[in-house]
């Protein structure tokens, strides 16, 4: 058996926005398992600024995975602190156990028969930018949005989301968005009471996270359910975790496996929120197709409510060609297409 690791930049259609800056290519780093004809494959997903995973020993640590890997020993010790991998590692397991190394459980949406609904993402930028995505969106089958909010004046905000109402009510359209943590505590509510204005279904992440005592204020005072995110990243403790959603008391939590340490994970705050009465979602950390196939594949088995974040897969313009697609706001998996493997197949020939 043989494991290694290989590094993929992707690159944006369009310049992502958001209120940490402008996003322009995103790194990805895939382990790779052979085994004579079997193989496996998993990714580890890498945004600037928001993943936990140490950027100074990232690369030495998943060498020691694949070296673990080989040598027959477990190697998901000390991955605490390098969610991203352990997601990766848990892909690539699960890609590598599988007969068909894409589909890991046979399902109705990987024989095309079923679908998950999904929120149209719209990224920050120029009034008449965001206004066009919206539109796109709509055009195509969305019925809900998801709308980056934080980096431009909050009034301009305001008035694209008035303008989204005055077309579209909330029955016909619902509306997320995501502060990225930019607002301050001291004006939150104050911005939290002018957004209820718009029929707004939630928002994720109004202030910066580990800020428990100020978020848990305004998830009883606020008028809009809030939604946790980033406060999610780096709390591994059980204890902690259950501390966390009890003081804080959200109405809902976003689910990212690469930012948290994989499906598992997920489950356990799933297990953890529902036991509160806290409902959740997931959506995909910028993963190329290979990481969003593992956690749609994840996501559908858990037979979803809510619509899901996971419509990424068309932001690259060098993704890993894949069976999936998006129409009329859902993820769908089109069986008789095959997965494209020239790119793992150059490096595997190297190694």
Known sequence: ?????????????????????????????????????????GECSLIAGLSPDSNLTFEFKLKQV?????????????LEDYPSILFGLETALLSFQSSNPFVFSESKLTSGNDSISINGLIWMGEKSFMKKQIKDKIESGFNCIKIKIGALDFNLECELLSAIRSEYSDSDVEIRVDANGSFKPVSCLEKLERLSEYKIHSIEQPIKARQWHEM???????????????????????????KLLYEINPAYI??????????????????????LNIKWWSTSALESNIGLNAISQW???????????????ELFLNNIESPYFVEKGSLKYRFEKSWSTDLFESYTSSK
């Open 216 to 242: 848990a204020s305004l998830c009883e005072k606020s008028p809009l359910l809030i939604a946790l995110d980033e406060e999610l990243i780096g709390i591994t403790d059980e204890k902690e975790r259950k």
């Open 1 to 41: 058996m043989k494991a290694y690791y290989f590094k993929h930049l992707l690159k944006f259609k369009t310049p992502g926005g958001t209120s940490r800056g402008v996003l322009n290519d995103k790194e990805s780093w895939f382990i790779v398992i052979v085994d004579g004809e079997n193989y496996g494959i």
């Open 66 to 78: 694949c070296e673990k890997i080989q040598s027959g020993l477990n190697p998901s010790c000390d």
């Open 299 to 313: 996501v559908y088995n858990k037979a979803p409510f809510l619509k899901q974040g996971l419509g990424t897969g």
């Open 254 to 275: 976003i689910l990212k496996p690469s930012l948290i340490g994989g499906t598992k994970k997920a489950d356990e705050w799933i297990h953890l929120a529902e036991s």
